[in-house]
């Protein structure tokens, strides 16, 4: 179909591009769709000089049962669009994002993430870097070849193409935290490893394993679950608990589904935070500018651990641009992390035995894992009690159309600040007191005169409203989140 563009596909298809490349139901993502997302980016791409007929462009996926079918949809776009595409096989996205980046080359990663199976995704990298906001009009005004004697009606490709031979790029991945570490950096801790249906399942138990840790696999699914290590489902924190009731654990950890956000658990299988361990792995790594969205937990001032602890939006393509300028005005160290423990690399920094580790300015979930894990002389937990005790909490309602945000938004931001914060301590101050800041930098951020914080935002990628909340005890964090949910399920 001549004429039609990136964006057209768009509103067409309903796959849109959320916090973390393009994102939709699996039915909506045909192969025609998915072939017009890969083609417009290249496109883009050779506008920007950064890919050109027989260039390489690498690609991975995760283990959805949907994602080998819009690979070769993929494949087939780098093929004609001129490029000749290298397999990495179903490997975790920051193993993908390290060789790529390694080899100047673009690359892109079919994955959902945390969400369920009925759904997937592709997230797209330039040779230098993540996709971030600013590339999405540039990519979307493309105008992808989608003659229609390529697909079937039901946009299928008349004929698919067979994925080339897998590329290794599991090796350079663990060896960078080999090298890192050090080789016996876990001698004589006992660690689970729940492994569900994370990409990264046997690299993670890989990496500690050659660090010299003893290891339990745990959990290991052949059907997909949604891990969100953001908001944690309630088996996954009954099972951690089960797991550790023996005691036989130092640690027990995880991965979402592509396996570039943690779980860690301490020895009685009490699940951190990924803000929390952010804070902990950028103070290892001796971090002086630390970049976090606004939804993480405030300990990270509190602590000030820090020179410099700048808020952004939520998204890996927001912490990135702001570490890119802390990295252009000359901060010595810059790391980034999400409050789903995504942890972000802008730096070069020393590792063991005189190496130095290269920056990964994407989101991963090795190092953060490791670097609590190797801290000197502490285990997990009085790490944890080292922070100052602020306590987040984060759940969603889903569904939750986008148009019930937006009606949900209107009423919350109606007439002047002081009718907004009024607003807001007649919905919610019956448990939290007077609400006496707000802060829009992405959905609607309360504090409250009890210290309780409360915000509200549509999911990027899904039809989901997330709550976060955060209080001085972790019981009242869950408390007053539960709370909320009920008052907007109440409300709409």
């Not at 050779?46 to 283990?63: I, M, N, S």
């Not at 935290?177 to 890989?206: E, M």
């Not at 509190?302 to 912490?319: D, E, N």
């Not at 907004?420 to 007649?426: D, I, N």
């Amino acid at each position: 179909m001549p004429g039609i563009t990136v964006a057209d596909l768009m509103i067409e298809s309903g796959v849109t591009f959320g916090t973390s490349g393009a994102r939709g139901k699996v039915d909506a993502m045909t192969d025609r769709v998915c072939y017009g997302y890969v083609c417009g980016f290249l496109a883009y791409l050779a506008e920007l000089g950064e890919f050109a007929p027989g260039r390489k462009v690498a690609l991975a996926g995760d283990l959805r049962p949907s994602s080998p079918r819009i690979l070769a949809a993929c494949a087939r776009a780098i093929r004609d669009s001129g490029g000749v595409a290298v397999f990495c096989g179903y490997v975790p996205t920051p193993a993908l994002a390290l060789f790529a980046f390694a080899h100047a080359m673009p690359s892109l990663m079919v994955t959902g993430s945390h969400i369920p199976a009925d759904r997937n995704g592709i997230k797209f990298y330039r040779p230098v870097g993540e996709v971030l906001k600013s590339d999405e009009p540039g990519m979307a005004r493309q105008m992808p070849d989608l003659a229609q004697g390529q697909f079937t009606e039901s946009g299928e490709l008349v004929l698919p193409e067979p994925l080339p031979p897998i590329t290794d790029v599991e090796s350079a991945y663990v060896q960078r935290y080999i090298d890192h570490f050090g080789s016996g950096a876990l001698v004589g801790k006992r660690i689970g490893v729940y492994q569900h249906s994370a990409v990264g399942r046997d690299v993670l138990a890989r990496i500690v394993l050659t660090l010299g840790a003893e290891v339990e696999l745990l959990g290991r699914s052949d059907t997909f679950i949604p891990v969100d290590t953001e908001a944690i489902r309630p088996e996954d924190v009954a099972l951690a608990h089960a797991w550790a009731a023996g005691g036989k654990f130092d640690a027990i950890i995880s991965t979402d589904g592509d396996s570039d956000r943690p779980l860690l658990a301490d020895e009685t299988g009490q699940w951190l935070r990924g803000d929390v361990l952010g804070i902990l792995c950028a103070a290892q790594v001796g971090a002086t500018s630390v970049v976090t969205p606004v939804s993480s937990n405030t300990a990270l001032e509190l602590s000030r651990l820090f020179g410099l602890c700048r808020r952004t939006r939520i998204g890996s393509p927001y912490v990135i641009a702001a570490m890119m300028e802390d990295l252009e005005a000359g901060s010595a160290c810059v790391c980034g992390y999400e409050a789903n423990g995504g942890f972000l690399l802008g730096s070069a920094i020393p590792g063991a035995n005189g190496t130095t580790t290269a920056a990964l300015c994407t989101r991963d979930a090795v190092l953060p894992i490791l670097a609590v894990l190797t801290a000197p002389a502490a285990s997990v937990a009085a790490q944890l009690a080292s922070l100052p005790q602020r306590f987040t909490f984060s759940d969603r309602l889903s569904p939750f159309p986008r148009e019930a945000s937006e009606r949900l938004f209107a009423r919350l931001l109606k007439g002047s600040l002081a009718e907004q914060l009024s607003e807001q301590t007649r919905l919610f101050g019956g448990f939290a007191q007077e609400a006496l800041a707000l802060d829009l930098t992405d959905g609607v951020r309360a504090s409250f005169a009890d210290g309780t914080i409360i915000h509200l935002r549509p999911s990027g990628n899904a039809p989901e409203l997330r709550c976060y909340t955060e209080a001085d005890t972790e019981m009242a964090a869950v408390e007053r989140n539960h709370q909320v949910i009920t008052v907007i399920s109440g409300l709409l």
